[in-house]
């Protein structure tokens, strides 16, 4: 199985590029769908979390985001904590899915992560595509979508390596800059070269 990465920042279009892929026939893992997966109602995962914070799943069963959101926001300890349990369902998870792909006869796959990157998983991928803009087009396009103003968005730009940084660690990078029709071709150019490794 040959394993790409695919990358980006906050709004830089990593979900539009992940839908054009998928348009081409990849098949794409996306670690966020993994990660609420992984924590669903009787899950080892809920049950190891339920645990160590108590509190954090409702009466109905689910994982109460804000309540952990609380838990963890100001404390990297506990931000670690969480982590540590999630991470290696994820991990198995993903692995479990790439034996399932693999079942179907299928030879190469797309995996999504908002923090490749930052996590280091950037270096077990095949190749590395990641979904660039310029900051301002960045920063734009989250006001835009998230309703933010400036300051929020500078915010939350500021908590994330950008993506100058991010692609120093490219093999492809993707410029979405541009409109759809400008993204579509270095996506399906992307997937070629994909599929050209085996
Ligand atoms: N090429 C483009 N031209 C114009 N708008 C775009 C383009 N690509 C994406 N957008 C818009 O920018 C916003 C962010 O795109 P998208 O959701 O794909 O980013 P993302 O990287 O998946 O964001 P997140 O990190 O929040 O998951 C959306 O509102 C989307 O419609
Ligand atoms: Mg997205």
Known sequence: MHVFGLTGGIASGKSTVSRMLRELGARVLDADVIAREVVEPGTPGLQSIRER????????????????????????????????????????AFLQKLEALEAEGI?????????????????????????????EVQKARLMARDGLDAEAAEARLAAQLSLDDKRQ??????????????????????????????
């Open 107 to 135: 030879t190469h796959a797309v995996y999504d992560v908002p923090l490749l990157i930052e996590t280091g998983l950037h270096t077990a991928m095949e190749g590395v595509a990641v979904v660039w803009v310029p900051r």
């Open 169 to 198: 660690h490219a093999t492809w990078v993707i410029d979405n800059s541009g409109g759809p029709e400008a993204t579509r071709p270095q996506v399906e150019a992307v997937w070629r070269a994909m599929l050209a490794h085996g």
């Open 53 to 92: 914070f108590p509190g954090v799943v409702g009466p109905d069963g689910r994982l109460d985001r804000v309540k952990l959101g609380a838990h963890i926001f100001a404390d990297p300890a506990e931000r670690a904590a969480l982590n540590a349990i999630v991470h290696p369902q994820v991990r198995a």
